[in-house]
């Protein structure tokens, strides 16, 4: 079975370019969460989306913004990049089932900001 | 404001002995807790989880402990293998509706053989 598939894997962007990133959950999983994870610490979470909707939101500026289609597949966007924004972006399916679901994490995509 | 914390950096272990790692939370609303570990160049890889209901769940070499009243969760692994020298995350999320999960900053486990 296919896991989380995210992509570009690398990405190189300058200052205060638009950035696309790409996921696709695990068939039949039908929530998607975002995380950002900087270099020595842990993921930290931008959003989650469920049936199109989203769930929640961290705590991260506007120039971020997501979607999620009707195959559940999902987009983040961050728009005027800033070296800060210089990260591994995680994707994580999830079913969920209404009880307590496991999240499932794709590769990630590194982002380079120059 | 940290409300996972690993406070170990790094470890090291023989190979068949014994890892034990360890994660403490603030937030009492935390009723959910997972561990990850983590290669270079990988998506975190889910390994075992605990509910606030339980204080111990297993699954083969790794067995996770809970103590809700220290606000502690410890992971164990035995017996260690090489393969095991990875990165450990633990993660905690609570019933807030998003299931949002919040991270630790990591665990790098080294096994010696």
């Known amino acids: 079975d296919a896991g989380v598939t995210q992509s570009p894997t690398h990405l190189i962007k300058t200052r205060g370019q638009h950035v696309t990133l790409r996921c696709s959950p695990i068939s039949g999983h039908k929530s998607v969460s975002w995380y950002q994870q900087v270099l020595g610490q842990g993921p930290q979470f931008i959003f989650q989306?469920?049936?199109?909707?989203?769930?929640g939101r961290g705590n991260f500026p506007d120039r971020f913004s997501a979607r999620q289609f009707p195959n559940y597949s999902s987009e983040l966007n961050v728009n005027a990049l800033l070296l800060g924004d210089s990260a591994l972006y995680l994707c994580?399916?999830?079913?969920?089932?209404?009880?307590?679901?496991?999240?499932?994490f794709g590769p990630g995509t590194r982002l380079t900001v120059l | 404001d940290q409300q996972v914390k690993q406070n170990s950096p790094s470890l090291s272990v023989q190979e068949g002995r014994i890892s034990i790692l360890n994660c403490d939370y603030t937030n009492s609303m935390f009723d959910y807790f997972l561990w990850y570990k983590k290669y270079p160049a990988e998506g975190p890889t889910f390994l075992i989880s605990i509910s606030s209901i339980k204080d111990k769940n297993e699954d083969g070499r790794f067995t996770v402990f809970l103590n809700k009243s220290a606000k502690h969760l410890s992971l164990h692994i035995v017996p260690s293998q090489p393969g095991d020298s990875a990165v450990y995350f633990c993660?905690?999320?609570?019933?807030?509706?998003?299931?949002?999960?919040?991270f630790g900053t990591g665990t790098r486990l080294k096994v010696l053989a």
């Open positions: 994580a399916s999830s079913l969920p089932s209404g009880g307590r679901d496991t999240q499932y």
């Open positions: 993660a905690a999320s609570g019933s807030s509706g998003t299931y949002k999960y919040i």
């Open positions: 989306y469920y049936e199109k909707e989203e769930r």
